[in-house]
């Protein structure tokens, strides 16, 4: 069974982020309004209500959700209006689509782009290319979102569908890059996309003391084989919601990723340089924490936190 991965979840993820403080912040402005009319001789307290006002978070955002979610109320279930159902509902309107669509255009390059530059494609290819990765993504999207709020049997129609256009998708990329040996590196690129999307990160940290290419491919080998001998699987994203969505617990993924970070440290100093390496592992730390983030709010998005 397909599950949106982690990439395709961060997209939603920042989307949900916006449109909640956005909501937070008309509820706002609505507080300051009434305050206004009810309170013309107190300006200065209307000022403080305008400075203290709190600035969204991702823990403050999940919270804030979790609220809304857990309110009791008649009202509330008559409209079904909880977060998961009503995004959900949004993101499938024909300007949820776009935002969307806007959305994975905007993250391509940090997903495919290191592949794209190195098919020396002319604006036109390019420019096709792109289309067909994007429509890869958004159709793992959109059958992503109503996965969500199916039962489990058209949970098991939805995942058949989404296996058959991802093969559909697999055979126009094919097509498109008539050679073999890109198709191949291509499917390799995309089993290393956990790994390869921490690139730009990387390289931005490791700015004082660059990467050669040669070692940039090394490190994500690297960080590649480690992933695949920390457990059972290959701890890839589809495994990893596959998990959750059996156990609902987070402690099964950060268990994996416990035992591919020890995997990592052991490794990265045969690839890297004392300063690279202790630089790299502090980045690395950081990363896993957004990785965390990214998952409790899917895992929220999707109903399947327990």
Do not use: C, H
């Amino acid at each position: 069974m397909r599950y949106l991965p982690t990439t395709v979840v961060a997209i939603i993820v920042g989307l949900v982020v916006y449109l909640l403080q956005e909501s937070r912040l008309k509820s706002l402005q609505g507080e300051l309004a009434r305050a206004d009319t009810s309170t013309k001789d107190e300006p200065e307290k209307s000022r403080r209500l305008s400075l203290s006002a709190p600035v969204a978070d991702s823990n403050s955002v999940i919270s804030g959700r979790r609220e809304v979610t857990e309110r009791p109320g008649k009202e509330n279930d008559e409209k079904g209006d909880k977060p998961l159902r009503s995004m959900s509902e949004v993101l499938q309107t024909d300007a949820g689509r776009a935002m969307i669509k806007q959305g994975i255009e905007a993250g391509l390059p940090m997903i495919y782009g290191d592949f794209i530059n190195s098919l020396g494609l002319n604006d036109e290819e390019s420019k096709y290319f792109q289309k067909l990765l994007t429509k890869r993504i958004l159709d793992q999207q959109q059958l992503g979102m109503k996965w969500v709020q199916a039962d489990e049997e058209g949970r098991t129609s939805l995942a058949i569908e989404m296996e058959k256009l991802a093969e559909e998708s697999s055979v126009k990329i094919d097509e498109f890059l008539q050679n073999e040996e890109d198709a191949v590196s291509f499917k390799r690129y995309e089993q290393q996309l956990p790994e390869r999307r921490q690139m730009r990160g990387v390289r931005n940290t490791l700015s004082d003391e660059p990467l050669t290419p040669e070692v940039e491919e090394r490190l994500v080998d690297t960080l590649y084989q480690a992933r695949l001998n920390s457990g059972e699987g290959n701890g890839s994203d589809e495994e990893n919601w596959e998990k959750l969505a059996e156990t609902g617990d987070f402690r099964v993924i950060e268990e994996r990723w416990r035992a591919t970070d020890v995997e990592i440290a052991k490794n990265i100093p045969g690839v890297l340089t004392p300063t690279q390496s202790e630089a790299f592992l502090d980045y690395w730390k950081t990363a896993r924490t957004m990785q965390a983030a990214e998952y409790k709010m899917g895992m929220q998005m999707m109903g399947i936190d327990k």
